[in-house]
């Protein structure tokens, strides 16, 4: 390394250097620089337990004659050019010396490190001091905000002229921090500049220039690079742990008590001391200091915590903080199934909640899912979606294939990086889902009735059977007699399906079983036997409450003439009302009340009209017995805006009667001044809230049932019940953002206020980890917004606000937070109001800012205010000439389309008064990844059941953060990576096989485009089937299904799809505090 050294004197001086103190190395260095007519700077290594592994620079500020030294401007900017310290006289006054020393016990020092001092260290604007005669050569900034910054770069410098900007700074300019090291850009602001401060290694003290495109200098500023303490790890379980703490400044209180100085974590200090700290020759603290296994100790709340070093209990010191995050694991709280769980051979969802999760994962994208336990059908994978996230609970849903066996699925859910100082392991949750083995069932049974002498052919369908095959066939009987002739057509792990032919009976007519059996496993189904020649039907009332007491109408056929009837109802007699002789003789009865052996919906019951002389002689026919609705669930929807009753079945309900049908008045007053019912489906009954509500999960609420019957109304009404309400399984997290100032002067107040959509029964949490006194003033505070007053602030110190909205559901939003600067010279105050999240790419965007002088505000500061916006990607500001987006005023439109879906970027506006004072707010945007758009052109359709080419067109399906919804449609994007999959479901609940060989499972590309060849399929007495497509990018995935109505002839394919697009698009935006939304579409006419 060469040796870099400069010195200045007016009369008989010298400078001297030794050892490693005057050497400069990129890698390992130390350099000084003094000047002196008697004296000189040395640095020499020490023999103590301490021992250096890498050296530092170290640089002081001093009028003493032992070290200080002056030149002119031009020696300034000639030596910033040449050496690592310089000193000049046309601002500041900056000499140095410089020694070195390390430890190797308990203290280590890091590689390349340096640590500064200087008298003018502060993050408030300065006016550095007039500059002696001669005149500097170059014009030199009056103000620069902040004068210094942190090694790691990326902040917003603000470099202000008192005689406004120099001659020949333009956009083309660039600025040097320090010394051989090249320009970076600046944007113009007035009369001065706002520039991008890039990294470096080098701590000091610098006289910044401000160069045109030939290296020439334009004009001069101070500048230093400081580096903030650091901890590692940077996050400890609430336990606790062991870490290693590195400052690069001297601590608070160290020279009044340099043997007893603690690590403070937040207001605890570590358990005993760091013992005695590394110093030089000189008696001098050693920096940096690293000092090792310093035990953090344990908190009671999880979040960031300030980490200091104070000796002699002294407060925070220094200008630069750091800070250690506590972090309480992961743990799952409810595995919920849904949709009735998991079954052998069906693929279900699965909804995991876990509270704490991981701050690294960011949504679906961030986590790792696996898989464990049955063998998976097909080879299918799982996937996962989130539903919600917050800091403190995250709800995902896990979509899980088809199982063939019955053992539990083992879920386990990974972040994709761990949170710092922990591991990955550490970070990962375990549930488990049981799957169930589904009961046997039959399907399918054409015909389902039969005469006693048999002979009948008989189709039967069993679900979930285990497999047969043609030299082990299953066994079928009817009533207990076993069927001759059984003909296996197919069977797989889904469905069995058999021909069987009834065989004679002996026992006479009447309701029997049909049973079809399989390695030990029986599914069975209601047979009716009749006498041969006799039948009955039955022509009115087939359909009735279980309460009875309905008349119906029975044909009957076949019986000799003159025969006296004896009707039975599931057993139980029905009285005849009236009979009517003739070819067929028509009988009125009066249907007996049923009482089911288990609750359904609807049960099918069989009538038995028989000989009242011989029972034996009898037909039947199939009568429907409705129990009435009732009412399953009744729940919150996530955001707690509306109550959702469901029931068990479609109901009579339509359209938005009064609530008053259902709810007494002085019950419905817990629902609000005016709430609106609206019946969103046949079996949902949806209650929209409105101001002055009170209803929360777990009250109880009566309910009328009196207008609410079957969908036929022949159920007839239920019994009034009591309403359960509860909180939704997913909880919509608020939204919110603090919006407020960066900057005040110390004679100002800094009002800060929570914008967003939180909800009813809204709490905010307001906290400050920085600082104590701020922390103190405003922890209980619990509205949704505070007042600091800048006199409460450290000149020059940033301090971080935080706050957390949550709502009567008990949804906390993500911590909002701020930083607030009082600064020495006071600036406007500035503060900027922006849409809240989340933000989308196809939604614009917009911002406002407002500013307010500060009342200590210097003259002319009124004159004029200039607003200028730079929008750039990434969560670092960029200087304008590398924006996504920029704009001048005081407000900002991001159109849609110009962020990109899962990313961030930077938004910041820089405002400067007529004085020349600059003030800024930033703001980091993250646009959200939006789900895929899946579009099935066409929609439901009638097709022949024999028709070779039905087609299935999802080309249309797009990524909105890809392309817009416009020109995905018109075909001038092309969404690319979206892979497709589809599936066919049966109308009895099967999956669509082949009508060919085995009869397999069908199956289908992975195509945007799909032709259905309907008649290759097994769709006997089938009334449609479903198609379903799914599509999937990354960890998103999106379904959509269509239904295809299978018809007996050829039809003309008739489908409706939306082929006009416009730009114009229209959005209620805000939220309501009552009322609800209805949206009408009229064209020519009214219509």
């Known amino acids: 390394s060469s040796s870099r050294s400069s010195s200045s004197s007016s009369s008989s001086s010298s400078s001297s250097s030794s050892s490693s103190a005057s050497s400069y190395s990129s890698s390992s260095s130390s350099s000084s620089s003094s000047s002196s007519s008697d004296s000189s700077s040395s640095s020499s ?50 000499s140095s010396s410089s020694s070195s020393h390390s430890s190797s016990s308990s203290f280590s020092s890091s590689s390349s490190s340096s640590s500064s001092s200087s008298s003018s260290s502060s993050s408030s604007p300065i006016a550095p001091t007039p500059a002696p005669t001669p005149a500097p050569l170059f014009p030199h900034a009056s103000m620069v905000d902040p004068v210094f910054a942190e090694a790691s ?5 603000v470099v202000t002229f008192a005689n406004g900007l120099p001659s020949g700074i333009d956009a083309s300019s660039r ?28 701590l000091g003290t610098f006289v ?3 160069r045109d495109a030939a290296g020439g200098v334009l004009a001069t500023f101070d500048f230093a690079f400081k580096r903030s303490p650091t901890v590692s790890p940077g996050a400890v379980a609430m336990s606790g742990g062991l870490v290693t703490v590195t400052f690069y400044e001297e601590p608070a209180g160290y020279k009044s008590n340099p043997g ?8 605890t200090p570590q358990a005993g001391t760091l013992g005695v700290l590394p110093t030089n020759a000189d008696g001098n603290l050693t920096l940096p200091v690293s000092a090792e296994l310093v035990p953090a100790p344990a908190q009671s709340s999880p979040g960031p915590y300030l980490v200091y070093v104070s000796c002699g209990g002294a407060g925070p010191g220094g200008e630069l903080s750091t800070s250690i995050t506590y972090v309480r694991m992961p743990s799952v709280t409810a595995v919920n199934p849904e949709g009735g769980g998991c079954l052998v051979f069906s693929g279900c969802t699965v909804l995991v909640k876990v509270a704490d999760p991981p701050s690294t994962v960011a949504g679906a994208e961030s986590l790792s899912l696996g898989v464990s336990g049955p063998t998976l059908l097909d080879g299918a994978s799982p996937y996962l979606e989130v539903l919600q996230l917050s800091s403190a609970e995250m709800a995902v849903r896990v979509h899980l294939p088809a199982a063939q066996t019955a053992a539990p699925f ?26 169930s083995a589904p009961f046997p069932v039959v399907q399918r049974l054409a015909p389902s009735i039969a005469p006693i002498s048999g002979g009948v052919l008989v189709t039967l369908v069993a679900g979930w059977l285990p497999p047969s095959t043609r030299r082990a066939l299953p066994t079928v009987t009817f009533g207990g007699v076993d069927s001759a002739s059984v003909t296996l057509s197919y069977s797989d792990d889904f469905a069995t399906e058999v021909v069987a032919e009834v065989p004679a009976i002996s026992a006479g007519a009447g309701v029997t079983q049909v049973s079809v059996s399989s390695g030990g496993a029986s599914a069975t189904a209601d047979f009716k036997l009749t006498t041969p020649g006799l039948s009955v039907s039955c022509g009115a009332g087939c359909v009735t409450g279980v309460s009875g007491g309905t008349q119906a109408t029975l044909d009957v056929e076949g019986f000799p003439a003159g025969t006296s009837y004896l009707v039975t109802v599931g057993g139980n007699t029905a009285q005849i009302t009236a009979a009517v002789s003739g070819a067929t003789d028509r009988l009125t009865v009066t249907l007996p009340a049923y009482a089911p052996a ?53 109901t009579n309900g339509q359209g938005a009667p009064s609530c008053l049908s259902y709810f007494l008045l002085t019950v419905l007053s817990a629902f609000g001044d005016a709430p609106k019912c609206v019946w969103t489906s046949p079996s949902a009954l949806t209650i929209t809230l409105s101001s002055g509500a009170t209803l929360v999960p777990g009250d109880r609420v009566p309910f009328i049932m009196g207008a609410v019957s079957s969908l036929d109304t022949l159920s007839g009404a239920g019994a009034d019940t009591q309403l359960t309400v509860l909180a939704p399984d997913v909880k919509q997290a608020p939204t919110i953002l603090l919006m407020g100032p960066n900057g005040i002067g110390a004679c100002d107040t800094a009002s800060l206020t929570v914008e967003g959509t939180v909800g009813r029964g809204a709490s905010y949490a307001w906290s400050c980890f920085d600082n104590s006194g701020v922390d103190a003033l405003i922890r209980s505070q619990t509205g949704s917004s505070v007042s600091i007053p800048g006199m409460a602030l450290p000149i020059g110190i940033p301090v971080t606000i935080s706050v957390v909205a949550s709502n009567f559901l008990g949804a906390a939003s993500a911590p909002s937070t701020i930083k607030i600067t009082a600064k020495s010279v006071p600036p406007p105050v500035v503060s900027m109001a922006l849409d809240p999240e989340p933000y989308k790419r196809n939604q614009g965007i917009t911002a406002f800012a407002s500013v307010v002088l500060s009342a200590c505000a210097p003259a002319g500061a009124d004159s004029q205010v200039s607003f200028s916006w730079v929008v750039s990607e990434g969560a670092l500001p960029l200087p304008a000439g590398q924006a996504v987006l920029t704009a001048e005023g005081s407000s900002i439109y991001i159109p849609p389309g110009t962020l990109k879906g899962g990313s961030e970027y930077h938004l910041r506006c820089t405002v400067v008064d007529g004085a020349g004072t600059a003030a800024r707010v930033e703001r980091v945007i993250r646009v959200s990844s939006a789900p895929i758009v899946v579009s099935l052109r066409g929609g439901d359709r009638l097709a022949f059941r024999g028709s070779t080419g039905v087609t ?6 797009y990524d909105p953060d890809q392309c817009g919804e416009a020109a995905a449609k018109d075909g001038t994007c092309a969404s690319t990576g979206i892979v497709y999959g589809w599936e066919c479901a049966l109308s009895s609940g099967g999956k669509c096989r082949s009508s060919a060989g085995s009869r397999a499972v069908a199956s289908f590309g992975a195509l945007s485009v799909l032709s259905v060849d309907l008649s290759q399929m097994s769709l006997e007495g089938e009334s449609h089937v479903d198609m379903t497509v799914s599509a999937r990018k990354g960890a998103r995935v999106s379904t959509a299904s269509l239904r295809i109505a299978l018809a007996e002839r050829a039809v003309e394919e008739v489908l409706v799809s939306m082929q006009a697009y416009t730009a114009t698009r229209v959005s209620f935006v805000g939220s309501a505090a009552s009322g609800g939304y209805s949206w009408s579409i009229s064209g020519g006419g009214g219509q």
Request: proline letters at 2%.
């Open 952 to 957: 299935l067109d999802a080309s249309q399906s």
């Open 153 to 157: 770069g990326g902040q917003v410098v």
């Open 45 to 94: 290594s020490s023999a103590s337990s301490f021992s250096s592994s890498s050296s530092s620079s170290s640089s002081s500020s001093s009028s003493s004659s032992s070290s200080s030294s002056s030149s002119s401007s031009s020696s300034s900017v000639s030596s910033s050019s040449s050496s690592h310290s310089s000193s000049s006289s046309s601002s500041s006054s900056v």
């Open 260 to 267: 007893n100085c603690k690590v403070v974590f937040g207001t």
């Open 410 to 435: 083992s879920i386990t859910l990974a972040p994709a990086a761990a949170v710092g100082g922990f591991t990955v392991a550490q970070m990962t949750v375990t549930a488990s889902a049981a799957v």
């Open 598 to 650: 288990a609750a359904s919906t609807e049960h099918a019951v069989w009538a038995t009209v028989a000989s009242a002389s011989d029972a034996s002689v009898s037909a039947a026919v199939e009568l429907t017995y409705r129990e009435a609705p009732t009412v399953l669930s009744s729940v919150f929807e996530a955001a707690g805006m509306t109550v959702t009753v469901t029931f068990d079945q479609d």
């Open 175 to 202: 600025v040097v921090f320090w010394p051989g090291t090249a320009g970076v850009a600046l944007d113009v602001l007035g009369s001065g500049f706002s520039v991008v401060c890039p990294s470096t290694d080098a």
């Open 208 to 210: 910044g220039t401000v």
